[in-house]
């Protein structure tokens, strides 16, 4: 089991599209897939299904809030198996944790957690939050291939979790300075954390935790302008390359098309899917949709094969 966080410090870079295109799209080539929904905005949630759905089936007791609720009262670790919510969509099967607007108070109250009377209890209240749910995903090792962990535009305590749980991060960005500069500071606080985590462990000694070891899988350029010429593709991802971390971006870009990736989209059967899903009908043709989807297809086989994950 591979377990990545897709994330980005800047807002509406496509977090969210390439998790659950991806995830689809994984789920399609037959992985077994489960996508949780960090951000309290529950947007990954909403493009497997209607709010009216979510609103009536899940919202009350089946969302991650639910599985750091009983963390926040000190309670035993819970387990994600009863939060897990199956979907099908013709062939395709797909497993999802959705997310709640009341994530957001719940990472003020992780956060309270934290501190102590002296330096021993500091550390162990940092990493015994940190790691709450590395331990509940790894008890489902043998159930999936890969979990795609969506995050928020902060780095509280559950997103920290995220990260101490996962194997990789990947980062979607827009094509412009401010994004390439957001990439940098995702990194500079990965490697703090990370420090923090080192130095917190020295102090608990004999301790079972482990260090922060999740590595940058690469930059996925989205909402790339093709229409203006391939060269400017290759002047925009200049922003990366000048930057002195060394990321490794993903030669197949996302291009930027509101009509495939701006509208709430439905398969054949009435379900709402992301766009690889509702668009798998219009592949081999000519048409531009068909092209964009291709590519989005390349994409993610690039993204799953830098993982270790391929098959034909
Ligand atoms: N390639 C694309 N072309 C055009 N629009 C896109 C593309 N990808 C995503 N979008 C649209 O841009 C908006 C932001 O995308 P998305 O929600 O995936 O970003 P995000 O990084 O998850 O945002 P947030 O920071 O709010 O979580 C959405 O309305 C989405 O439909
Ligand atoms: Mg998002």
Redesign the pocket.
């Known amino acids: 089991m591979k377990t990545v966080s897709v994330i980005?410090f800047?807002?509406?870079?496509?977090?969210?599209?390439?998790?659950?295109n991806l995830g689809a799209y994984a789920a399609s080539k037959g992985y077994r897939v489960l996508l949780i929904d960090l951000?309290p905005?529950n947007?990954l949630t909403f493009n497997f299904m209607t709010r009216a759905e979510w609103e009536s089936k899940l919202s009350q007791n089946k969302t991650i809030k639910n599985f750091f609720e009983p963390v926040v009262e000190g309670k035993e670790l819970p387990s994600l198996r009863p939060l897990i919510v199956k979907k099908t969509f013709g062939d395709v099967r797909l497993d999802l944790i959705t997310s709640h607007i009341n994530l957001i108070g719940i990472d003020i109250k992780l956060s309270n957690l934290l501190g102590g009377d002296d330096e021993k209890v500091i550390a162990e209240n940092y990493m015994k939050t940190i790691s709450c749910l590395k331990p509940a995903l790894s008890t489902l090792e043998y159930q999936y291939d890969l979990v795609l962990i969506?995050c928020?535009?902060n780095f509280n305590f559950t997103v920290k979790s995220a990260l101490y749980a996962s194997d990789y991060y990947i980062a979607?960005t827009k094509l412009d300075a401010m994004s390439s500069e957001g990439i940098y500071l995702l990194g500079r606080l990965i490697d703090s954390c990370r420090d923090e985590c080192r130095e917190y462990i020295n102090k608990l000694e004999g301790s079972s935790y482990t260090p922060l070891s999740l590595k940058m899988l690469g930059v996925v350029p989205?909402?790339?302008h093709v229409s203006k010429g391939k060269t400017l593709i290759d002047a925009e991802l200049g922003f990366f390359h000048k930057l002195e971390a060394d990321y490794e971006v993903f030669p197949q870009f996302?291009?930027?098309?509101?009509t495939?990736?701006?509208?709430e989209l439905k398969d054949k059967f009435g379900n709402v899917v992301p766009a690889v899903l509702a668009y798998s009908g219009v592949l081999g043709g000519l048409s531009m949709k068909a092209k964009i989807i291709a590519e989005l297809q390349l994409l993610c086989d690039q993204i799953l094969g830098r993982m270790g994950l391929s098959k034909g």
């Open positions: 980005n800047k807002g509406g870079v496509g977090k969210t599209t390439l998790t659950a951000d905005q947007n969506d928020p535009v979607p989205m909402m790339a996302v291009r930027d098309n509101t495939i990736f701006g509208a």
